[in-house]
């Protein structure tokens, strides 16, 4: 139903309108579809309204508050803009957690979409059994966030982890990598990281819409390899790129269940782990705060709102679109 | 959508029109399941409460492993055989993530009305009107108190409140790899060595057998409060802190030096073991001679090791030790059942037979009388080490400091966050004692 009401982009402009289109809306029976749309929507308006409308609401009004879980809600005070004032000006371990996660972000996304464009460029052929390589590349994304991978991430990357039995054997003296202050966020990068399928997939079918026409008039016009892939594929690829993007930032800032496992749920070693999600999260359940905790997740949806506008307007300027209209 | 219910026709015939009027029907029946679901909801959570049939329902919650569970829950079948009116709705889950849970239920207005709480919480809790203050309780003879060591009760008490009963006593234990010592003929620590000869008996271990002699317990709030005590200051004074950035310094010196004499592991190992739980401890994954913890884990820490262990004491005087309560039972202040409730901890604490099931997997019994048939009656190795340390140290127990204030959780991070600081060399031991305090005196402040 849905589908069929949506307004279709592709046809802005062009005047045409479906024909049943003009007759709905003059039965006697619209208002009886439009209750009948609403009880069929219910299940997922409730869930919206209840599981994330009102308690997002209600965390903004708490933002304003010193609410702290125990003290019951009538006894909850106002302090006005008190909590968005200790964040700025007097609390460095928000101030420490911010850096942790544009770190983690600015180098994390860029080479996981690297990785996941590389090999999708390599897998974009017609070799024999590609499929499965396909399917193997994919694989560590469908693990997702879970506690189990984490696990496996902590025993391979600590003192007698098999990352450093690996690196003894070609005579290279291992680090304690997750346990060691300097590197355990960047161990967290890695796996981060080596999770690039998803991205990867849609790369592949990215790969895939570029017209072969284009590869073969760039070669006639004595294009190499490197040429093709600047001046036709990365143009071409630029929508998927963007969407791939915008995407894994928003991802790559909200990363949490890795961090929490490998830090037992503190943020260690010094706090080295401690992203902005873990932060919040400590805040909120361990040190009962849960007033300024919400202003901390008000202060990121603000954030991630932001860079994700910086994203769209800077778009036009290197996103083609091939369908031949200015977006 | 079915074509077949899509009128696209002006002028509908009765194939349509009684489509038509089938859905009104289907819409008008949806509407009211929609609308009755919630009501049927609430009248069912209505009927759990209404205690119709004279019966009453205890909801409990506690943290621990299975082992404690099934003694719990054998000690509340107990209580039920003794007074059928009284059923039990017990939940239970691993430590990590208790407090999360706990208060999050709290938050929901459907607490327990009984939880099981240690004193890294009990303060925040209490200070927010959140546990039931016992006292007249026990003024009333309800909740007998009488068998209780007058310090072990005194540690449930926050702002002049019986917040809550001590479910065992425990106190801090150095727990020592008795195999590893003997195997390379190095002699045991004991209780009342100094610190000084704590570390140079470690740096000796260290050499001879090659594994660390000591975890390095600078990140440890237990460890430096007991050190504290016996320099003649606190973790605590009232609403502020019981010591200076000097102490810490001085602190975290003393344990640069045992690291710079070798006798800890290298940082990140310290790390790994400054982990709460019990599996991380160094000295069961053999990472270290010794590990700071507490007595009444001693059987437990025995289950993760094939070698023989030993406990004693912390090192210096050991009246710096107290006879602290491992955890407590409270009841929740707006608990319909409360007067049951404080009836079934007073059950849990004193009635004979309970307390035989319960042993000592909270600690020692709060109960001495019982604590003494429980002691003479065990038969497990590990759990008789640790009854006869703590039954030697209580002839040298101090006075039971003042229960930990609201942001102690925050002080014990800050705490392993500054130690840890020091201990990678990211900061001298002065910076990251100054660090720490401004830190504390922020966290105790809000």
Redesign the interface.
Known sequence: ?ALTTAPDPTRRGTGSVRP?AT?RG??R?RH?EG??GY??L?PWLIGLMGITAIPMLLSLYLSFTNY????PWSEVEWVGLANYERMFT?D?SWWHSVGVTLRFALIAVPLKLAAALGVALLLNRAWRGVGLFRGLFYLPSLLGGSVALAIVWVNMF??EGAFNSFLSLVGIQGK?WV???DWALETLMVLAIWQFGAPMVIFLAGLKQVPTELYEAAAVDGAGRFRQFVNVTLPMLSPVIFFNLVLETINGFQGFTAAFVLS???G????STLMYTLNLY?TG??????GYASAMAWVFLIAIALITVVFFSTGRFWVHYSDGEEH | ?HPATH??D?APDGRIYRT?LL??R??RG??AA?VALPLVGAAAACGDDAASDGKTKISIFWWGGEARAGLTEQALELYTKKNPDVTFEKTWQAN?GY??KL??L??GGNPPDIFQIDDNFLA??AA?N?TLDLKSYQDSGKLDTSKFPPSLLQYGVVDGKLAGLAAGENTQGLVYNKTLLEKNGLPEPTTGMSWEEHIAWAEQVSKKTGVPGTQDPSADYKAFWVWLRQQGKDLYSGNDLGFTAEDVTAWFELWKGARDRGATP????I??G????ITKQLVVTGKSATSWVWVNQMPELKKNTADELGVIAYPGDPSGQWARASMYWSVFRGSKNADVAVDVINFLANDPEAVELLGTDRGLPSNLDLRKVISDGTTDEAMQQSIEVENKLAETFGESPQVPIK?H??VR?EL??AA??AQ?G?ATPAEAAAQFVE?CK??IA?
Do not use: C, W
């Not at chain 1, 359940?285 to 849960?290: A, H, K, R, V, Y």
């Not at chain 2, 400054?274 to 739980?277: F, K, Q, R, V």
């Open positions: 139903m049943d007759r003059t039965g029976i009886g209750l009948a009880v069929f219910s702290d879980i125990l003290t007097n460095p600590n003192r304690p346990n060691d202050p037992n749920g503190t260690g070693p010094v706090d400590i359940f361990t040190d009962l705060e849960m | 959508m009128p696209t002006s038509a859905r009104r289907l819409v949806l509407l929609v990590q407090f999360d208060a999050t709290t938050a925040e809790y927010r959140t290298p940082p990140d190992v790390h790994e400054n982990a709460t739980d942001g959780s925050k991070a392993t966050k840890e600081n990678f990211r830190a922020a966290a809000s």
